[in-house]
């Protein structure tokens, strides 16, 4: 039986049941193709239905050309659409989920690289998307933005959609209506709370009354309460109050964060969680008809079940938690929420992906997004089942033998390191990444449930992976750190000079806490991401006076597309971490490195009883190219050096080969 009773319970909505409280929330997931949904979208989201999801919400689809955001969006003002959402969404209902599509517009903070449209607003304000500013819309532009809704909605209807959520969130554009400082209209649309509240009201009218009173409509909002101009608990709570009296919303959606705010959107692992519960608490007490879902931060079973259980929602919706574990649901149900891998909240193929506009996938779930060539997140049995030995409990290594034992292949790992995870796990002791060591727990449960041999402190050289009986051979040996100092933007050095008079360290080294650092260390990051970052991090949480030296315009630049960036500046800028950009290092001198300024050329030498050179690893891969009478293969770092999420894709993608 299900540990979680309130969060596996049904709920009815507007004559459908759902079957638990925990939704697919919308999301944008950039799969459409020239506009047109298709394999990928249509699986990705079939997935979840099929994972147990009570409520699947489509991505949001732009109403109106004004308000297309990213290149996979689907075709707005187009009944192109129709056929092909209609097979998703059969699926969907076939799966025992109910169907809903988020509607939206974005107001002034459109993407004109993508809509080649102004963006169109309230009152003309600025854009928190670009540099571009905003077009005041006219009393007749705002009529046509109202039908845009209304024949959205129609069409959605005509997809097969049981519903529509109507996206009021983030500061978009309904949202922008409703805050007086985006909204500085004088006429009907603008000025007391009435008129900033007609636009919504009027647009959920014409859904009602054009899609029937079996159709769902519901409302996402967010919570943003860091700056001043934003709306309060206050003000959102009586904004709520008026659309909730009128009976035409079925649930409303917080969220977290804002264009002002836009870090706690899709809180990374620097944010806390249940980030949306002291709005919804309110909320819920509030309303009488609508049901109330929190959003953002409900990461795992438990979360959710203590909002559920104190009363503070009475839906979930947990996104990143189901793209890392599309069967989460299902698992919470048969009781097996052990078995549930959880989101590491670390954005970089989700948020990460959809921030450089490519269709979003997960670091730890290779599956999602490609569920359309991969057969989702399930497992075929081999035909003939193969021994298997992996060297290696790397990412890559961890993933490719889980895979290949879920396919009935018979498993051995072997790791010359007392645990498993090799350098990602090393990122798991970085300050609140420990949701990456409870990830290392769930793939030794895994191994113990599929039967894979583990043996740990075990190196095996040329000889003995030969005369092992495998028949495969997988090499995930990982990378080392490059112990020669070269810096890609200083070739012309080649060594970096000084580095044989020692105290020079690799981030690993310094935290496995090998490194003989002293006082003062610099760190020298030329990665710009969280090896480098994180290690700095964490040294001065361990008190050293840290100065980081990066040969980019900022610290942190790689990690900006997951939104983590600026948290972990406040974090180490809180500590005393001294940020010295667009430089790089000239010579070490064992007490001190001397940087010189990429602009100008000049240098300055900095005391440092320690230097960590976080700079590109090299792959470890000692063996023949391949073994006598065995099928070999390389994954991961031992290929070539790269972020963790290439490591789990290849390990998958060999394990399904074989």
Not at 138 to 159: D, F, S, W, Y
Not at 302 to 325: F, K
Not at 504 to 531: H, Q
């Amino acid at each position: 039986m299900s540990q979680h009773p309130r969060l596996t319970s049904p709920l009815q909505l507007r004559g459908q049941t759902l079957r638990n409280r925990i939704v697919f929330g919308a999301h944008t997931n950039n799969m459409a193709d020239m506009g047109l949904p298709g394999p990928r979208m249509e699986n990705y989201l079939v997935e979840r239905a099929l994972g147990g999801a009570a409520m699947v919400v489509c991505e949001p689809v732009p109403v109106h050309r004004t308000g297309v955001l990213t290149r996979g969006n689907v075709l707005p003002e187009s009944d192109a659409i129709i056929p092909h959402f209609q097979k998703i969404t059969t699926r969907i209902r076939e799966a025992g989920a109910v169907a809903i599509q988020q509607l939206y517009h974005v107001g002034a903070h459109g993407d004109s690289d993508l809509s080649f449209q102004p963006h169109w607003s309230p009152s003309g304000g600025p854009s928190y998307h670009d540099s571009d500013g905003s077009h005041r819309m006219t009393e007749t532009e705002i009529e046509e933005l109202l039908e845009a809704h209304a024949a959205a909605a129609r069409r959605a209807k005509a997809c097969g959609w049981q519903g529509v959520e109507v996206w009021a969130a983030y500061h978009s554009l309904v949202d922008q209506f409703w805050t007086p400082w985006s909204n500085t209209r004088d006429d009907k649309w603008g000025g007391s709370l009435e008129n900033r509240t007609r636009f919504s009201r009027e647009l959920i009218d014409r859904i009602r009354r054009e899609c029937g009173e079996d159709f769902i409509v519901g409302l996402a909002i967010s919570y943003a309460p860091g700056y001043k101009v934003a709306l309060q608990a206050e003000s959102m709570c009586e904004i709520i109050g008026l659309h909730d009296a009128t009976g035409h919303v079925d649930y409303v959606t917080c969220g977290a964060g804002s264009y002002l705010e836009f870090d706690a959107i899709i809180p990374p692992f620097t944010h806390g969680e249940k980030l949306t519960t002291p709005m919804t608490a309110q909320l819920k007490a509030l309303v009488k008809h609508a049901k109330i879902t929190s959003e953002a931060g409900v990461r795992t079973p438990d979360n959710a079940e203590t909002i559920l259980s104190s009363g503070e929602a009475d839906l979930v919706s947990i996104v990143r938690g189901q793209i890392a574990d599309p069967h989460l649901a299902a698992k919470v149900t048969q009781g097996r929420s052990e078995d549930i891998r959880g989101c590491i909240s670390c954005n970089q193929m989700c948020w990460g992906r959809r921030s450089r506009d490519y269709w979003i996938s997960c670091l730890i779930n290779p599956s999602a997004g490609r569920e359309w060539e991969w057969g989702g997140d399930r497992f075929t049995p081999a035909t003939t089942a193969r021994n298997v030995l992996v060297v290696g409990a790397g990412p890559a290594g961890l993933e490719a033998a889980r895979a290949a034992a879920e396919r009935g292949h018979r498993v051995e790992v072997v790791e010359a390191l007392p645990v498993i995870g090799g350098q990602f796990r090393l990122a798991g002791q970085q300050p609140r990444r420990a949701q990456i060591i409870d990830l290392m727990d769930w793939y030794e449960r895994q191994f113990t449930k599929l039967g894979v041999t583990l043996r740990l402190n075990t190196f095996l050289d040329e000889d003995e992976i030969a005369s092992h009986p495998a028949d495969t051979v997988i090499l995930a040996t990982g990378s080392l750190p490059d112990e020669t100092g070269f810096q890609r933007w200083r070739p012309d050095l080649g060594e970096l000079p000084g580095i044989g008079l020692g105290g020079v360290w690799s981030p690993e080294a310094a935290m496995r806490r090998e490194a003989r650092l002293g006082d003062a260390v610099v760190v020298y990051d030329e990665g710009s991401n969280w090896r480098g970052v994180g290690t700095a991090w964490a040294l001065a949480e361990r008190g050293h006076k840290v100065t980081i030296v990066t040969p980019e315009a900022m610290v942190g630049k790689e990690i900006t597309r997951t939104a983590a960036d600026g948290a972990a500046r406040r974090y180490m800028a809180k500590l005393g971490v001294r940020f010295l950009t667009e430089h790089s290092l000239s010579a070490w001198h064992g007490n001190g490195v001397t940087v010189q300024n990429m602009l100008t050329g000049a240098e300055e030498t900095l005391p440092a009883s320690g230097l960590i050179m976080s700079t590109t690893n090299r792959s470890f891969d000692p063996w023949p190219e391949a073994f006598a009478g065995k099928d070999t293969h390389r994954i991961g770092d031992c290929s070539a050096p790269r972020l963790a999420a290439y490591a789990f894709h290849e390990g998958r993608k060999l394990a399904l080969a074989l």
